[in-house]
């Protein structure tokens, strides 16, 4: 058995970038870049008009304007303005070359077909949005290791970029071990329970936008557990096997990967939930042995599988946020294994949630944090400083 440090240090060790792939942008949701991108084109490509209103070649003797016609958004054109010339003008319109200002035509007062006069001085410049001010020609615009937002990919298409070079995500397969589970489309039956890890497992990985999931189901049996993970393993880059992990008669995860010869990372953590959780590897694919119980197969998927995946599609900053708060309140502490006890951080202050038991995930439905306690910790006092791991 090793410490809850150790495992994340050989969680740490372990974890590995996926490779790269071009994508289109289209597809890119989610993904992190590889390699910066660059743009294709200026942005603005054109000086821009950033009002509805005129465009003028200043003149300084005189506030009235001969009028030589109109440019929309779009256009393409080919004025060449005289001072004491302008053309109307509407927002993300070509500004022309020679025009050194727009005029926000409420500011205007327009005589007749040709003629405008302007209310105030134009200053130089003013309302256009100079050529390339966001940015130019071959200047990186998003950094390597962004994560891929709504915000990047519009940057990306007004850049002219149609593909990015990211990070692939994973294949992982869940395993869902037990005798006892009966699918929630089946009608309930004695003895049973919902099957409802898989549904947890497979949210939390559509939440990194990892989206090539495959659930697998089967029963208690050694034959077929030893069969389908040696095939899960060949085929999947990760590996989750829910359940069987532990030491019941009937817990058949562990023997059957010693058989099938994959590599032990660790097999049980000095931790409370979560204490049977088991990590190897199998030629390039990881495994985890993830205890049945609901709340520990969240807290053992949120400490240990996490990180490997984030690194995996392409993070550099893999483990969780972590602080040190007050807690709200006195608190006894139960056992010397280090806890991950679910809290909710309020106000600068932490609190224990109720329904710490490993088999009750409701806590997690509003908790946003842990209180981690090392091992051997002693019983807290209102106030005193806990360190709070967020999730
Ligand atoms: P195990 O780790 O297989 O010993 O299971 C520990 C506990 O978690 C048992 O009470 C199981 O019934 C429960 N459990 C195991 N797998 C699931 C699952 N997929 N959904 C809900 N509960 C489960
Ligand atoms: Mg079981």
């Keep these: 058995m090793i410490s809850v440090k150790e495992a994340l240090q050989l969680v740490e060790q372990n974890a ?13 949701l989610g993904c992190i870049l590889a390699v910066p991108a660059v743009a294709i084109i200026n942005m603005p490509p054109f000086p821009q008009s950033a009002m509805d209103g005129y465009a003028v ?17 779009g256009d393409e054109h080919s004025y060449d303005l005289k001072k004491g010339e302008a053309v109307r003008i509407f927002t993300g ?34 309302n256009i949005r100079p050529l390339g001010e966001q940015f130019s020609v071959g200047q990186e615009i998003i950094g390597k290791g962004t994560l891929l937002n709504p915000a990047a990919l519009s940057y990306l298409v007004s850049a002219g970029i149609t593909s990015v070079k990211v990070y692939r995500k994973p294949k992982v397969a869940i395993v869902i071990t037990g005798n006892e589970l009966i699918d929630i489309n089946s009608p309930y039956q004695q003895g049973k329970i919902y099957e409802s890890n898989s549904i947890l497992l497979r949210s939390e990985l559509n939440q990194l936008r990892i989206d090539e999931v495959t659930i697998i189901r089967i029963g208690d049996d050694y034959q077929t557990t030893e069969d389908t993970l040696r095939e899960a393993l060949n085929a999947y880059d990760f590996v989750l096997v829910s359940g069987g992990i532990s030491v019941g008669d009937y817990d058949f995860v562990g023997k059957a990967l010693t058989t099938i010869g994959t590599e032990e990372i660790f097999y ?27 709340a520990s197969s969240l807290t053992c998927f949120y400490m240990y ?9 392409g993070s550099s900053n893999i483990h969780l946020e972590r602080k040190q ?23 600068d202050k932490v609190s224990v949630m109720d329904q710490q038991s490993s088999a009750m995930i409701a806590s997690f439905i509003q908790a946003n944090s842990y209180i981690f306690l ?13 360190e709070v791991i967020l999730l």
């Design 16 to 28: 590995i970038y996926g490779e790269t792939i071009s994508v289109s942008t289209a597809e890119a």
């Design 57 to 73: 070649r200043i003149s300084e003797t005189s506030g009235n304007y001969v009028l030589k016609g109109e440019v929309k958004a």
């Design 93 to 126: 319109a070509s500004v022309p070359d020679t025009a050194d200002a727009v005029i926000m035509q409420e500011k205007v007062t327009r005589k007749n077909d040709s003629e405008i006069t302007l209310e105030e001085n134009p200053k130089l410049n003013q």
């Design 268 to 294: 049980k953590i000095k931790q409370k939930p979560g204490k049977p959780l088991y990590f190897g590897k199998h030629e390039g694919t990881f495994v985890f042995g993830l205890p049945g119980n609901p």
């Design 305 to 313: 599988v996490t990180p490997l995946l984030k690194r995996f599609i």
């Design 325 to 347: 708060l007050p807690i709200a309140h006195a608190y006894t502490v139960k056992g010397i294994r280090a806890q991950f006890l679910k809290a909710l951080v309020r106000d």
């Design 374 to 386: 090392p091992e051997y910790s002693e019983n807290l006092t209102e106030n005193e400083s806990v």
